[in-house]
Structure formats: structure tokens, C-alpha cells
């Protein structure tokens, strides 16, 4: 079985957010690596988008859906995404991941087979 997900956001909605915030949405390895760039706002706004499409995905084939927390982004060396999900519940899924981000919009698409 195959699903889908995307999501689309404005970046302006992460800018200058505080960390009991953040905390709330995302991990701390994520917190980390966004806060170490030269535009966190993007980077966290890409993050959100990829946790919204990793929820439609998995609704869209009846799952429960997760808490944001459950779904974290991580990168490889080479510096594309993927999803560790945190929760035993979707392991049997693999999750693919690709984000895009520029100045005011940030989008993530999200396969799942
Ligand atoms: C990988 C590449 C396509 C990313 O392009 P980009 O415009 O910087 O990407 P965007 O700004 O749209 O999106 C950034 C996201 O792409 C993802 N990304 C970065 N490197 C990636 C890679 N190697 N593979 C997949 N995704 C990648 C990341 O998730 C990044 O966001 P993050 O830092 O918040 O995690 C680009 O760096 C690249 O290598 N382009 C090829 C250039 C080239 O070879 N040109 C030929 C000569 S003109």
C-alpha cells in the first residue's frame, strides 16, 4: 500500500517563537538544528510541514494519528531529511521525505509505503 502527504506553511508563522513553544512541537535535535542556522523560522516552519504531511499520509490509510513530538526530522550527511518516528506503531511503515523552503513558504512531501 502506498499514501501520500503534503504540507504547506508560512514561515512568517515560526518567527521569534519562544522555546516553551517550540518545545511543544519539536524535538530537541530539531530544536537544535534549526536554532544553528541563519533562518531557524525556515527550517522549524519545514519541520512543521513535514510532521502535517506524515499525519495526512497515515490518515489517509485509517492510522491513528501521531503527536507532532512522535515525528521527528533528522538529516543525513549529505543533508537530505528523513523521519525517525518515535512511536512502535508506525515502524512497519517506511516514511520518505522531501522539504523545500524559501523566504516565505515552506512545503513537505511525504510518501509512505
Ligand atoms: C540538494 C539541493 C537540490 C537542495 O536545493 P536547495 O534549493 O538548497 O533546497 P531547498 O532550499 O528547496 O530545501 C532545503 C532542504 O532541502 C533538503 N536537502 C538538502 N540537501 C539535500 C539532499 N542532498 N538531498 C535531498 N534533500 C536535501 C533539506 O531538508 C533542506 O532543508 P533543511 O536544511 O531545513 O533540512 C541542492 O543543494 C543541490 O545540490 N542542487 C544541485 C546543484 C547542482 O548540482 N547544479 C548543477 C550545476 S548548475
Avoid at 504547506?8 to 516553551?20: A, G, P, T
Amino acid at each position: 500500500m502506498l499514501s501520500i502527504g503534503v504540507d504547506i506553511e508560512d514561515i512568517s508563522r515560526f518567527e521569534n517563537k519562544n522555546l516553551r513553544f517550540l518545545k511543544r512541537i519539536f524535538t530537541e535535535n530539531e530544536i537544535s538544528y534549526c536554532l544553528n542556522t541563519n533562518k531557524p523560522q525556515q527550517h522549524l516552519c519545514a519541520r512543521f510541514c513535514a510532521k502535517e504531511a506524515v499525519i495526512k499520509a497515515l490518515s489517509s490509510i485509517g492510522e491513528n494519528k501521531p503527536r507532532f513530538l512522535d515525528i521527528e526530522v533528522l538529516k543525513k550527511e549529505n543533508g537530505a531529511p528523513y523521519l525517525n518516528i518515535l512511536i512502535d506503531e508506525y515502524k512497519k511503515y517506511n516514511i520518505l521525505l522531501s522539504i523545500s523552503h524559501e523566504n516565505n513558504k515552506a512545503v513537505a512531501f511525504v510518501i509512505i509505503e
